[in-house]
């Protein structure tokens, strides 16, 4: 057989994580972290089970998973645990997907949307699970459910939403009307809301952190600061290239995300990369109860956009201004301010105290890749921005087909890995982001002129 090498040693391995910021931007969550060890490299050539590539959540589970069933695995993460997306990200654990479930049951038919809907709920109660069994520190979470709230007045689009997940797939989803909305998000830019109510939020990098002490407890080894440089997938033993040794394993998982670049570069090709900007304020006191009184987790838009819940007690974490280039997270202090003040003008004055940005990897059709790209090499990507209970699905899934040939991977053959554009594809996306946004500004106005006009609408 042809030996496959993916990768090339001495290139830089990741064209995009370098513009992602350091590993160790200040953030929120940087600043609550608990204590974590510091872990070493890979020093010499390891023998192992399975090999992990990439150390956020998607990695983190896998190898805690393989662990627990008694399988030698190690992971390596070019740089820190979680110090990207999975340590970054503002902490949603919601059942679903990044793609719409009307969307899902159009590409596969009802029947398996609705096994897909379980096996995203069940990534959703695994992050509740191992959060509660672990008794992992810092984590937080609060069950207050999740709250997509509508800034127009149609709701046709959200009643559908309901009765396809609330009914027909078996979830827990329920319309709120306006005057539930605007007693505890006290804003005239809302109107009607979709609540999730066993939706929680969390701590995202005490998560993390906490994931990879289960996966040691369960005897997972972990290095960071060793970027996987190449991979030889030919042979029964598979064999991974760091820069101070070599792992070989009979399974490599490739939980790199849109951070493998050199390593895997037709895999990279598709996911958008997609940075997204996230800041916590300075305590507003008790100027937060005259604007916000629910503490569940609240989004106003389909967008990476305005999705905001209250931490630290009374700060406000705001998420937004989705860009397929990266630019300097301060940049935007200015427009994610903007956009509270819009909708909670009684908040007044915003001082910022944090501002990071996270990088997303998003596939065309906005559900994860998850399978066997070829003998024995497994990947775990493309959760866009919905990955805290698709990862912790991913992980569980993966584990299961490498350790008990178990088939469940095979549901997602339908989202096949689709080149998404290069350059061209993300100025084509950008140009959506604005004009999406605009055009969700238009609405929101002339709902807001009615109600004016006309008077409430419920
Ligand atoms: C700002 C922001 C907000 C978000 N909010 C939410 C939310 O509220 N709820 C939700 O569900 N999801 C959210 N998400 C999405 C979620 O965070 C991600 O989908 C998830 O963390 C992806 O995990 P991952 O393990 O696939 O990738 P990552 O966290 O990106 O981890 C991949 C790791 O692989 C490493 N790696 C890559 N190549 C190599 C190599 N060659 N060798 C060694 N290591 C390598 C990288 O260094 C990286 O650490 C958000 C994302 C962002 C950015």
């Known amino acids: 057989m042809a030996r496959q090498v993916l990768g090339a040693a001495g290139r830089p391995i990741d064209s995009v994580s370098s513009t992602s910021g350091p590993a160790t931007a200040s953030t929120w969550y940087t ?17 192992v089970d399975v090999c992990v590539v990439g150390g956020g959540l998607a990695g983190l589970t896998v190898a805690r998973e393989v662990a627990r069933r ?25 059942p679903g997907f990044a793609c719409d479930m009307e969307a899902i049951v159009k590409r596969v038919g009802f029947d398996d949307a609705k096994v897909l809907w379980a096996l995203s709920e069940a990534g959703l109660e695994y992050v509740r699970t191992t959060i509660r069994e672990t008794g992992m520190p810092g984590v937080d ?14 709701a046709d689009d959200d009643l559908a939403t309901v009765r396809l997940i609330g009914q027909d797939l078996g979830g827990q989803i329920e319309g709120w009307p306006v005057e539930r909305v605007r007693d505890v998000l006290k804003s005239n830019h809302y109107f009607h809301a979709v609540y999730t109510p066993h939706a929680f939020h969390i701590h995202a990098l005490n998560y993390a952190l906490g994931l990879a002490a289960a996966a040691e407890a369960a005897a997972a080894r972990i290095f960071e600061n060793t970027p996987a440089l190449s991979i030889d997938t030919a042979g029964v033993r598979k064999r991974v290239v760091t820069p101070s040794g070599r792992l070989r394993a009979d399974h490599v998982v490739l939980a790199g995300n849109v951070h493998l670049g050199n390593l895997v570069p037709r895999i990279a090709g598709t996911l958008m990369p997609v940075w997204t900007y996230v800041m916590t304020t300075k305590p507003l006191g008790g100027r937060l109860e005259s604007a916000i009184t629910y503490r569940g987790a609240v989004s106003d838009t389909d967008l990476a956009d305005n999705h905001y819940r209250i931490v630290g007690g009374d700060r406000l974490m705001w998420t937004g201004r989705a860009t397929t280039w990266p630019h300097d997270a301060k940049r935007f202090a200015h427009a994610l301010t903007t956009d509270i003040r819009e909708v ?5 004055g915003i001082e910022i105290e944090h501002i990071w940005t996270g990088l997303i990897g998003n596939s065309l059709h906005r559900m994860p890749q998850i399978g066997e790209l070829s003998t024995r090499i497994w990947l775990a990507s493309g959760f866009g921005g919905h990955g805290i209970n698709t990862t912790a699905m991913a992980g569980d899934i993966i584990a299961r087909a490498i350790t008990e040939g178990d088939d469940t991977w095979r549901r997602f053959v339908p989202f096949e890995l689709v080149w998404s554009g290069g350059a061209i594809g993300r100025a084509a996306a950008q140009v959506h982001y604005w004009w999406y946004r605009h055009n969700e500004r238009t609405k929101a106005k002339q709902a807001r002129r009615r109600e004016a006009e006309y008077g409430s609408v419920s």
Do not use: C, M
Request: proline share 5%; glycine share 10%.
């Open 344 to 348: 909670y003008p009684q908040l007044g």
């Open 70 to 94: 008694g399988w030698s695995v190690v992971l390596i993460e070019a740089r820190e645990i979680a110090w990207n997306a999975s340590g970054r990200n503002t902490g949603f654990v919601l």
């Open 141 to 154: 979470p609060v069950e207050e459910g999740w709250l997509k709230v509508a800034k127009s007045d149609n």
């Open 31 to 47: 600043d609550t972290a608990v204590a974590a060890p510091a872990r070493g490299t890979v020093t010499s050539d390891i023998d």
